[in-house]
Nanobody
Framework: QVQLVESGGGLVQAGGSLRLSCAASGRTLSNYAMAWSRQAPGKEREFVAAITHSGGRTAYADSVKGRFTISRDNAKNTVYLQMNSLKPEDTAVYYC??????????????????WGQGTQVTVSS
């Protein structure tokens, strides 16, 4: 089993940037595809970005494409989400998730096996 801990959230003004980190323990991260999702107050959780085991393929929600970048450092057992040009509508709790298969096998983020506890991102206008 893999444990995931997100960090890097906070309060930022619109147009600003944040980098979220997701640190994994218990298993080698390279064995897992990873994804970020988010949930705003009163809304359903939605997909943000995903990355394959090696980092060779990524996928993004249309709402963040061109502004967010998912990456991973398997040597550090960490996945990142670089968020630029933040908007108030990006305000949400952000979650990372791990899966043995991931997007390369057609898995949707909500099917992923393991989840972190989330980190709050608040973007002020």
């Amino acid at each position: 089993q893999v444990q995931l801990v997100e960090s890097g959230g906070g309060l930022v003004q619109a147009g600003g940037s944040l980098r979220l980190s997701c640190a994994a323990s218990g298993r080698t991260l390279s064995n897992y595809a990873m994804a970020w999702s988010r949930q705003a107050p009163g809304k359903e959780r939605e997909f943000v970005a995903a990355i394959t085991h090696s980092g060779g393929r990524t996928a993004y929600a249309d709402s963040v494409k061109g502004r967010f970048t998912i990456s991973r450092d398997n040597a550090k057992n960490t996945v990142y989400l670089q968020m630029n040009s933040l908007k108030p509508e990006d305000t949400a709790v952000y979650y990372c998730a791990a899966d043995r298969l991931g997007i390369a096998y057609g898995r949707s983020y909500y099917e992923y096996d393991y989840w972190g506890q989330g980190t709050q991102v608040t973007v002020s206008s």
